[in-house]
């Protein structure tokens, strides 16, 4: 017998006929209960908001946790001349903010406790065209690329009133600023600016962004879109979707790896970058799944639309090279407009230009596969998707 059963056989002997059974009678309904919050948890459903930039509005969406299956739900009233693009949603999932394109503005949404938006004050001024958004890892700042004004818009937020304060001035992004990210610190922001074929490099610190003196911008690809950080904040990796492979591999797309020095946030190129898979067009949306052992590269079209690759983090010199998985690339109707994980990690969603696709994949094989009924349309183009829960 071990010391837990026989504590527990001393304790038992101690009390009384009444007294055991209440305590069993204890041990059985939290045990129930358990079983019960569990299985709740495994089978929650996710609920997402996807901006529809051509219809002017943000649609509330739930992903079904069984099947990965998408239903609509509500949509914000449309304004048109708007164009709702980058969704960015505060930590606290109080606060929802879209940069509205054509508007130059960017509209602050509450969150209802039902999900639903609701428009709070009036649109915060932005730059020329602002694009994509991104919240900062504290939860205190919104970063706004202006694809037209080549700059940056910095916000603070205020995390009781969702309410926007402009940090100084815009700051200069190179040519037509478009994805941004942050690395998992925080301490530095990459740009891709997909005209030039170049990647910008920033530090930041209590809201000021600062473009690090040479060593911004770095050359990437032509046609430089998407880049993601791999979960170790080592390495970033940038789509660069009409960049020309040399022979013998003549096709169009690759992916730039990049090293990202800790202290400088600097970049340099992996051994063996740019990385591409055997055939198909060029690459315009990245994710990397939760586990961090994967890249998924994704195409417009239909034909050779999916490309997979594993992180090599072996030391040495290859580390953070890309290596294509077996059957790379897979012929699948994807698309390339955005690309993530849900909260769980189970399914992988991406934009196209009729709706939404959605796949679940093998973590050792990397092989994804559409979930039953996937793509599913929504009428028209989404812009950005982001997760409430």
């Not at 358990?34 to 529809?52: E, F, I, K, M, P």
Request: proline fraction near 6%; hydrophobic fraction near 40%.
């Amino acid at each position: 017998m071990s010391f837990l059963r026989a504590a527990r056989a001393a304790r038992f002997d101690r009390m009384g006929p009444c007294r055991v059974v209440a305590a069993l009678a204890i041990v059985l309904i939290t045990a129930l209960l358990t079983v019960s919050c569990g299985s709740n948890t495994v089978a929650r459903n996710h609920s997402a908001y996807v901006s529809l930039p051509d219809d002017g509005s943000v649609l509330l969406v739930q992903v079904n946790s069984t099947t990965g299956a998408l239903t609509q739900l509500a949509e914000t009233p449309q304004v048109q001349g708007t164009s709702p693009t980058g969704l960015a949603l505060l930590p606290s999932k109080k606060f929802l903010y879209a940069a509205n394109s054509r508007a130059n503005t960017i509209s602050i949404f509450s969150v209802n406790s039902d999900g639903t938006l609701s428009l709070t004050g009036t649109p915060m001024p932005a730059g020329n065209g602002p694009n994509v958004a991104v919240i900062d890892p504290t939860g205190q700042y919104l970063l706004v690329t202006n694809n037209f004004s080549n700059d940056i818009s910095v916000f603070q937020i205020d995390v009781t009133t969702g309410g926007l304060t402009q940090v100084g001035s815009t700051v200069p992004a190179n040519a037509n600023p478009t994805d941004i990210v942050f690395t998992h610190s925080g301490q530095f922001v990459y740009v891709t600016n997909p005209g030039i074929g170049m990647v910008s490099i920033f530090s930041f610190a209590n809201g000021v962004l600062t473009q690090l003196p040479g060593l911004s911008p770095v050359f990437s690809g032509k046609g430089a879109s998407a880049l993601v950080v791999d979960n170790s904040d080592s390495f970033l990796y940038v789509a660069n979707v009409t960049a020309i492979n040399p022979a013998p591999n003549l096709s169009t797309g690759n992916i730039s790896g990049f090293n990202i020095d800790s202290t400088s946030g600097a970049l340099t190129l992996i051994q063996g970058s740019p990385f591409m898979s055997a055939d198909g067009n060029g690459p315009s949306a990245l994710a990397i799944d939760p586990a961090g052992q994967l890249v998924y590269a994704f195409t417009p079209g239909s034909s050779f639309s999916i490309w997979s690759f594993t992180i090599n983090y072996a030391s040495g010199t290859t580390n953070g090279s890309l290596v294509a998985t077996t059957s790379s690339p897979f012929s699948l109707s994807a698309g390339g407009i955005f690309a993530l994980f849900d909260p769980s990690g189970d399914y992988l969603f991406v934009g196209s230009n009729t709706g939404i696709a959605v796949y679940t994949y093998n973590q050792s094989s990397g092989s994804p596969s559409a979930v039953t009924g996937s793509p599913f349309a929504l009428g028209t183009a989404p812009g950005k998707m982001v997760f409430l829960n």
